[in-house]
Nanobody
Framework: QVQLVESGGGLVQAGGSLRLSCQASGIIFSINDMGWYRQAPGKQRELVAVISSGGSTNYADSVKGRFTISRDNAKNTVYLHMNSLKPEDTAVYFC??????????WGQGTQVTVSS
C-alpha cells in the first residue's frame, strides 16, 4: 500500500509564495512521474506541473515562470514552489505519483487560498 502525505498549503496574499510537499511511503520499488494537479470550485481538475524520473518538467501555461516543481528521489518526495501567487491560483492542490509496476496514486489534497 502506498500513501501520499501532502503539506504546505495555506492562506497567502497575492504576490506571496508557498511551497507544497508530498512524500510517498509504503512498498515502492521505483517511481515514474510525480506531479501536481489542482481543482478550483466548479472547475475540473487540471495539471499544474509534472516531473519525470529523469527530471524533465512540464508546466501549465498559467504557472510557467512562477511555479517550480522538483523532486528528491531519495525521499520519494515532490515539491511545488509557488511564487507570485494570484487569486486565480486558489484551489485544492493534489499530488500524484506513478509507481512502477503499480498504478498512479493521489494525495488527499491541500487547500491553497490566495487573497487579493
Amino acid at each position: 500500500q502506498v500513501q501520499l502525505v501532502e503539506s504546505g498549503g495555506g492562506l497567502v496574499q497575492a504576490g506571496g509564495s508557498l511551497r507544497l510537499s508530498c512524500q510517498a511511503s509504503g512498498i515502492i520499488f521505483s517511481i515514474n512521474d510525480m506531479g501536481w494537479y489542482r481543482q478550483a470550485p466548479g472547475k475540473q481538475r487540471e495539471l499544474v506541473a509534472v516531473i519525470s524520473s529523469g527530471g524533465s518538467t512540464n508546466y501549465a501555461d498559467s504557472v510557467k515562470g512562477r511555479f517550480t516543481i522538483s523532486r528528491d528521489n531519495a525521499k520519494n518526495t515532490v515539491y511545488l514552489h509557488m511564487n507570485s501567487l494570484k487569486p486565480e491560483d486558489t484551489a485544492v492542490y493534489f499530488c500524484m505519483v506513478g509507481v512502477v509496476g503499480s498504478r498512479t496514486y493521489w494525495g488527499q489534497g491541500t487547500q491553497v487560498t490566495v487573497s487579493s
